[in-house]
């Protein structure tokens, strides 16, 4: 196997110094990981929404912290027997999707984290949703390093604060490990950084390791924990030379070995290795999301630091997986304020699972109206409550809760916002910036280039007494209506943003239409109608689309501003 010169160096430099054998040759290192928690602190469903009552008691919820916590603590306890050193990393995401969350924030994720006894964790796009106000707060009181080595703060002072670090340097068993944070530059566009810049992950990376061989010439093993999605954790495994292994986060990617144990189709094999020019070969992994699951990455080490094996496959934490009683005991106390508030039917839907419907169109009256799929965070499964969807529900499908926007534009700046939401589209990523509409028929072919993959687009009419639809005109207006995070160029819609007028946002939220919609029209039916055609090329992304991207719902949110 190739082996890294500043390696060879570096082992050399200690013989001649030190004239004694370094420790590492055989060194084995147990790494435990998990990314995208998204507050899911109380155990979910299997679509990884609300845990039902039935749910738990026919042994069909999973994860939450409590069962995180169980499962980290026996993988400590088992490493601590075979004297095997055990790191356990978080790449990125508590924030954001509960109502949990939505009512105490950076508070509950400090006190629940603090509890899982992390050794890192880097930074994800959703710690910044709350601006930077929101997130000082939890690095301050995280009794763990938070990581991101491509920040460029000089213009945002308040994050300059000593625990947000590059990197950090484990000491195990006389082996220095070093961790390096990452996250994905899309962040400006996606969240809420204000004055934060973000660099280019691969040089950052690079940056860093070649600041602490410097520092620390005798660190041998370099680990990439972060927050930017599959393809990047892959071109940073390629293109890091130094690299060990690659801990990612953001797309939600499953990754397994066998047959898949739950709902979750892997997208490929875990660990899954990038092969450097040099020969090197880099395992990459990511856990899925919602805390499902718990990464088990079992690594080995020659004498040079270079990896002699890799191997392991997620556990999946379902109801063989204990729950730790402390935390069960304090989300007991925080619980105590939402539970009411969670369990308060909205509505009724005769819908079995309204994640495997096509939900971007109900039954209504209004032109158009867009949602980005990133806005839409979970699925209801309300197959065990004879179609009760609750409150809480609500608020983990739409936690970001957004004014709506109406707005009007010509029909060359909707084309140009419907190509804008596939020009980086992939099979693979979960972009959040994939629309979801209502009142629009689109067909994409994604062989074209960028700029011309929408092949046809049509808006349905909206002063036809009998709906019907018809072809996008470039001079024609169209009255539209979205969430202000779009409407003001969030996710990069900067057409959007050059149609936004304040005036024209309303007093009124994506959640509180919702809410007022089910009241009014429940139960909710939700046609099974198709709007999103994929032409000539990855037949397979259309179907795999419904189940990324369709999610629980999108009702007819027009319906209920028209009628406010």
Not at 130 to 139: A, Q, R, S, W
Not at 429 to 455: C, H, I
Request: with cysteine; hydrophobic share 40%.
């Amino acid at each position: 196997m190739a082996t890294k010169l500043g390696k060879v160096i570096a082992v050399l430099t200690c013989v001649v110094t030190l004239g004694v054998a370094m420790p590492l040759d055989n060194f084995k290192l147990l790494i435990v990981h998990t990314n995208d928690m998204h507050s899911r602190f109380n155990q979910t469903s299997k679509t990884s929404g609300v845990c039902s009552p039935k749910d738990a008691a026919n042994h069909e919820c999973y994860g939450g912290f409590a069962r995180v916590s169980e499962a980290v603590t026996l993988a400590r306890a088992r490493s601590k027997n075979t004297k095997t050193p055990c790191l356990f990393l978080i790449a990125g995401d508590i924030y954001q999707g509960t109502l949990a969350y939505t009512i105490y924030k950076w508070r509950i994720v400090s006190k629940l984290t603090n509890m899982l006894k992390p050794d890192a964790m880097s930074l994800g796009n959703h710690e910044f949703d709350d601006g930077v106000d929101g997130l000082v707060p939890f690095i301050n009181n995280a009794a763990f390093p938070i990581l991101a080595s491509n920040l460029d703060l000089r213009k945002e002072k308040d994050l300059n604060v000593p625990n947000l670090k590059k990197s950090v340097v484990f000491d195990l068993d006389g082996v220095k490990v070093a961790v390096i944070g990452y996250i994905t530059p899309d962040t400006k566009f996606i969240s809420q950084a204000q004055e934060v810049n973000f660099l280019d992950e691969v040089d950052s990376i690079n940056a860093e390791v070649e600041s602490l061989k410097a520092l620390e010439p005798d660190i041998k093993i370099f680990i990439a924990l972060g927050h930017s999605g599959f393809e990047m954790d892959k071109k940073i495994a390629a293109n890091v030379p130094d690299i060990d292994a690659v801990i990612g986060g953001h797309t939600n990617t499953f990754l397994y070995n066998g047959y898949k144990p739950n709902s979750e189709d892997p997208e490929g094999i875990y660990p899954t290795f990038v092969t450097q020019q040099s020969g090197r070969r880099v395992p990459v992994v990511q856990a899925y999301a919602y805390t499902k699951y718990l990464g088990q990455l079992s690594l080995g080490f020659d004498s040079l630091g270079e990896v002699t094996y890799a191997t392991g496959n997620p556990l999946l934490l379902d109801h063989n997986v204990e729950q730790d009683p402390f935390i069960l005991q304090e989300l007991n106390e925080w619980g105590k304020n939402i539970t009411a508030l969670s369990n308060e039917e909205i509505g009724r839907t005769k819908m079995a699972r309204l994640y495997k419907l096509n939900h971007g169109k109900g039954w209504t009256d209004t032109p158009i109206a867009l949602q980005h799929s990133g806005g839409i965070r979970t699925s209801i499964d309300v197959s065990s409550r004879e179609g009760k969807v609750t409150r809480g529900d609500l608020m983990s499908v739409l936690p970001f809760i957004n004014n709506m926007v109406q707005m009007s534009m010509k029909g060359s700046d909707l084309l140009e916002v419907l190509e804008w939401s596939v020009h980086d589209y992939n099979e693979h990523e979960r972009a959040g910036k994939f629309l979801q509409y209502s009142g629009l028929r689109v067909e994409y072919d994604l062989n074209q280039p960028n700029g011309k993959r929408v092949t046809k687009a049509l808006a349905r009419c909206g002063e036809c007494r009998v709906p019907r639809y018809e072809p996008v005109q470039p001079k024609e207006s169209y009255n539209i209506i979205m969430p202000a995070f779009i409407a003001n160029g969030g996710d990069g819609f900067t057409v959007l943003k050059k149609n936004y007028k304040k005036e024209k946002e309303m007093d009124v939220t994506d959640v509180d239409m919702v809410d007022e919609y089910f009241h009014r029209r429940s139960p909710v039916y939700t046609a099974v109608e198709g709007r999103i055609k994929f032409v000539n090329s990855m037949k397979s992304a259309a179907s795999k689309l419904r189940s990324l991207f369709l999610l629980p719902f999108l009702v007819p949110l027009a319906t209920v501003i028209r009628t406010l």
